[in-house]
């Protein structure tokens, strides 16, 4: 995907199949799937500058960057811990 900051000719034109507007998850997905099948994709999301380059928490939105993803990635690393301990005092 390709980035463009700033268009001067106003008679500039896009040719796109599909539009997919929001970096979230859902965003992310169907403009990955529909390129994969041939289509011309232009994703839009709103893009303030921040340290993460990206929306508050970067492209991919809240569930993939702090939100569910992460969470389960804790939670599995946690499980893990408490079986290795259990093993050890076994």
Same mark, same amino acid.
């Given at each position: ?18 539009? #997919?507007?929001? %970096? ?9 799937? @529909? ?6 994709? !232009? +994703? ?19 569930? #993939?960057?702090? %939100? ?9 690393? @946690? ?6 301990? !259990? +093993?050890?005092?076994?």
């Amino acid at each position: 995907m390709s980035e463009v900051d700033s268009i001067d000719d106003e008679s500039q034109t896009f040719d796109y199949d599909l539009v #997919v507007i929001g %970096g979230g998850s859902g965003g992310l997905a169907a403009a990955k799937r @529909a390129a994969r099948n041939g289509a011309r994709v !232009a +994703l839009c999301d709103y893009v303030a500058p921040s340290e993460t380059k990206g929306t508050m928490w970067g492209l991919g939105g809240t569930c #993939v960057n702090v %939100g569910c993803i992460p969470k389960k990635l804790m939670h599995a690393a @946690a499980v893990h811990r408490e079986q290795t301990k !259990a +093993l050890a005092e076994a």
